[in-house]
């Protein structure tokens, strides 16, 4: 059995959304200090809906497909819906991942809890603080 399966290959291979939105309205990096995996998430948001998003990420083949597929999944969608979004259906969207890279799949999920947190704060949105990662207390990088 492959260690990868096609769809990883493809995003991996052909990932889309890649690149940078300068007018961004909501900017997310997280890094995993261990495996020195960074991604970065950009959203154009109209609507309360991703209008656009966009990914810089540096680090292995699952990273990348984890981004791909990450952006891939909350595109065209409304907020509410790209804050459900979990990197248990990001790894099941891409036929799973070896279980020593799902870590990516949790920064993928991540790097866009941490956009929509940007988006709130610099529109002044409240939001339930609860609901995004705490990335300067998160535990999940030290204990791999």
Same mark, same amino acid.
């Given at each position: 059995?492959?260690?990868?399966?096609?769809?990883?290959?493809? $995003?991996?291979?052909?990932?889309? #959304?890649?690149?940078?939105?300068?007018?961004?309205?909501?900017?997310?990096?997280?890094? #995993?200090?261990?495996?020195?995996?960074?991604?970065?998430?950009?959203?154009?948001?109209?609507?309360?809906?991703?209008?656009?998003?966009?990914?810089?990420?540096?680090?292995?083949?699952?990273?990348?497909?984890?981004?791909?597929?990450?952006?891939?999944?909350?595109?065209?969608?409304?907020?509410?819906?790209?804050?459900?979004?979990? #990197?248990?259906?990001?790894?099941?969207?891409?036929?799973?991942?070896?279980? $020593?890279?799902? $870590?990516?799949?949790?920064?993928?999920?991540?790097?866009?809890?941490?956009?929509?947190?940007?988006?709130?704060?610099? #529109?002044?949105?409240?939001?339930?603080?609860?609901?995004?990662?705490?990335?300067?207390?998160?535990? $999940?990088?030290?204990?791999?």
């Amino acid at each position: 059995m492959a260690l990868y399966s096609e769809k990883v290959m493809d $995003h991996f291979r052909n990932p889309r #959304n890649v690149g940078v939105i300068e007018d961004a309205d909501g900017v997310g990096e997280v890094g #995993n200090a261990k495996c020195g995996d960074i991604m970065k998430i950009y959203l154009k948001i109209r609507d309360d809906a991703i209008e656009d998003v966009k990914f810089e990420t540096f680090g292995c083949g699952s990273a990348i497909a984890s981004s791909s597929m990450a952006t891939e999944l909350i595109k065209g969608k409304p907020i509410a819906e790209a804050m459900t979004l979990t #990197n248990k259906a990001v790894a099941e969207a891409l036929d799973g991942l070896p279980p $020593h890279k799902l $870590h990516c799949s949790v920064l993928a999920e991540e790097a866009i809890k941490k956009a929509l947190q940007d988006y709130y704060e610099r #529109n002044g949105i409240a939001y339930d603080r609860s609901a995004f990662p705490d990335c300067e207390h998160c535990s $999940h990088c030290s204990a791999e």
